[in-house]
């Protein structure tokens, strides 16, 4: 009878023990789908930061997207979302570096000014990376994030290229700039193309579509004669050692491009920058460097602060007592920022900050070089082959330029978040799979 009467309270408890789990079910599919509703809107929006990053003008938009994709990550967290990433093998050295960076802002000479700019050209840009990395995690968005960047760079290429030969009449011998767009100068602008001109040629060695291959070849042509037409001599440099990097293994075609651009540098302009011992003399950028190194001497150890305008500050640095110390023949020229990534940092950060900057490109290195020998499948390995020419061309030709804009922090951030997404995609991907997908390749 006791058992009897127990019964129906027993299955009143299963009952309600199962409504729970429904429900608890159902809540987490809402949250997964709503989730998912906020990612994709997130990507949306960075795709739209990473489009608008080499066309002029276009802060406000830049700085809105950027910020209105990460709100819905952080309604995402939230959720109970635990897949954010954060454990990279870059994470670490940009910490170091940004610890030091904050470091030296506490002893800057300006130090309301290296505040704003440690937030504006680090603190930002790191969160620009973990963000996409952790949007950007797939092959399928990986290569939405390079097409992207491709698209972004021929439109601007294109209509750049139109306006100022086309529509405002320069002479083709003069090199291409924009009159009065700073953001946009002939020294800076190829850093873009590049980004762009080899992540096309990636595209083009894994794309098996005839009509996406010839778009392909008209981006890469265009990026090209871009890249040329600046006539930058360090770009010229950077293009021609990266893409031995990006092609040593299809000597065919890296032969056709090496012609064709040697071909094209010939009847260039350009050709009047680098005829003989012109490729080297540059009395400007000499004296910039002999004036950074005096600034260093004076403050070696945490540099005059991570302010960019402090250098040229007549406030903080008397610019007489440096010029003095250089040679008399290099004194006649404007000392307003180093023209160099490593002279830059140097000035900003002291000697230490550049070893620990320099840290993120050795590191960077050698994730490339490892996924490349040991990487699960060939994607894998062409992407990091494709990394490693960005890291060789951002460095050639940044020993030569003014890196202080953030559209080259966008071209840098960009390129470590691409290194990072294919080492996670290679972390992720079982090694049984790899080999599936490489036998089917084969037998297609």
Not at 136 to 155: G, M
Request: hydrophobic share 50%; glycine share 4%.
């Amino acid at each position: 009878m006791l058992k009897k009467n127990k019964l129906p309270h027993i299955f009143n408890f299963m009952e309600k023990i199962s409504f729970s789990v429904q429900s608890s079910t159902a809540a987490q599919k809402r949250n997964y789908r709503e989730n998912v509703r906020l990612e994709n809107i997130s990507i949306f929006l960075m795709l739209l930061v990473i489009f608008l990053n080499p066309f002029p003008h276009t802060t406000f938009l830049d700085q809105l997207f950027f910020y209105a994709a990460i709100l819905p990550m952080i309604v995402v967290a939230r959720n109970g979302f635990d897949g954010f990433y954060y454990k990279t093998p870059l994470f670490y050295p940009l910490v170091l570096f940004f610890s030091w960076s904050v470091i030296s802002v506490i002893f800057a000479l300006d130090k309301l000014d290296s505040a704003h700019d440690l937030y504006s050209h680090l603190i930002r840009y790191m969160i620009f990376y973990l963000v996409v990395v952790n949007l950007f995690y797939t092959k399928k968005r990986l290569l939405l994030l390079a097409v992207c960047v491709v698209l972004s760079e021929f439109i601007f290429a294109s209509g750049a290229l139109l306006l100022y030969y086309g529509i405002l009449g320069h002479d083709i011998s003069s090199r291409f700039m924009l009159d009065g767009f700073k953001a946009i100068a002939p020294d800076i602008i190829p850093f873009g193309f590049m980004l762009g001109l080899f992540l096309a040629v990636w595209l083009f060695k894994i794309c098996q579509n005839k009509f996406q291959r010839f778009f392909l070849v008209v981006a890469i042509i265009v990026l090209i004669l871009s890249t040329i037409a600046t006539q930058s001599r360090g770009a010229a440099i950077a293009l021609c050692i990266s893409f031995f990097v990006l092609l040593w293994d299809h000597k065919k075609t890296l032969g056709i491009l090496m012609a064709a651009m040697s071909l094209i540098i010939l009847l260039s302009p350009i050709q009047n920058r680098i005829k003989g011992d012109k490729l080297f003399q540059d009395d400007h950028r000499a004296g910039l460097i002999l004036y950074s190194i005096e600034v260093i001497k004076d403050y070696p150890v945490l540099g005059t602060g991570f302010s960019i305008d402090a250098f040229r500050n007549p406030k903080f640095i008397n610019k007489e007592t440096y010029r003095s110390r250089i040679p008399k023949k290099y004194r006649n020229h404007g000392f307003y920022r180093p023209h160099s990534i490593f002279l830059s940092m140097a000035t900003r950060t002291g000697i230490v900050g550049m070893a620990l900057y320099a840290g993120l490109f050795v590191v960077s290195a050698f994730i490339c070089c490892r996924l490349i020998l040991y990487g699960k499948d060939s994607f894998i390995q062409n992407h990091a082959r494709c990394c490693l020419a960005l890291l060789i061309m951002f460095l050639t030709n940044g020993l030569f330029q003014v890196m202080t804009t953030h559209f080259i922090d966008m071209i840098q951030f960009i390129t470590f978040s691409l290194l990072t997404i294919i080492w996670k995609i290679n972390k992720d991907t079982p090694q049984s799979q790899c080999h599936k997908i490489e036998v089917d390749r084969q037998k297609s």
